[in-house]
């Protein structure tokens, strides 16, 4: 199934994954093995696609795990149980606080604090990351208006959020009721935006800086990242990843000198 296919002149790279149930220890009837076979194929894909896995009963509590906790989240959108917390970014120079990058943290009334790891891919499956990315900006644009005027505030955009093509309006809102300067406001987003609709990116960045606000790439130097992002997209800042960051000063790492060619 891997190898290259020729489909009308072009080249297609075609990848699979499997999902596997056994009569009768995963199920007796079609529909039970089949509702096996499509969580053992959930967790295929989410062990990072390209494998194959066999059902377990723990696939099962998971799950009902993740059903739970996607019904209390649309839940703590309605309540507006969701905060944002910032985490400052410091000029090593002058020790001044130049910006504050928001962090979202839900805190369960029974579960109590539900880590970002857990809830935010939840979301991102379920697409309520949408409405709660769209939930932060506004909070985020709101919050920061009672700031200084010399702190801007950064906000993780989702590819999601781009896909669906209304994040310059939503921005727009949020900058209109907060009255927020966008200098103010920094939109980080992934590379992973870069893997849709490449117009309709294009059209989006172009509305974004329109808008005046300031665009940021998050953990470049990982994944698919490519210089080449940063001669299409009109950015203002590039967010080197940790993994380059950590141990850079140790003797024999050469994370520093790859640090350095990046910023040249």
Known sequence: ISQPYSVEGGRANIGTSVGMAIAPYDGL???????????ALYAAKGGGRGQYRFYSTDLKDSAQERQEIEGELREALAKDQ????YQP????GTGRIASCEAL??????????????VFIPIAEESNLIVQIGDWAIRQACAEAKAWPA??????NVSAHQFANGKLASVV???????ELDPERLELEITESVFMGDKDALETTLKQLKQLGVRLALDDFGTGYSSLSYLRKAPFDKIK?????????????????AIIKTVID
């Open 240 to 256: 080197i990843d940790q993994s380059f960051v950590r141990g850079c000063t140790e003797r024999g790492n050469n994370n520093a």
């Open 89 to 92: 970014v410091v000029e090593a």
């Open 29 to 39: 009837t079609t529909e039970e093995l089949v509702k096996s076979a499509d969580l």
């Open 172 to 178: 727009t809102s949020a900058l209109a009721n907060s």
């Open 82 to 85: 969701l905060e944002l917390f």
């Open 150 to 155: 010399s702190l801007r505030v950064a906000v």
């Open 104 to 117: 979202m943290r839900w805190n369960h009334p029974e579960r109590g604090p539900v880590s970002p790891a």
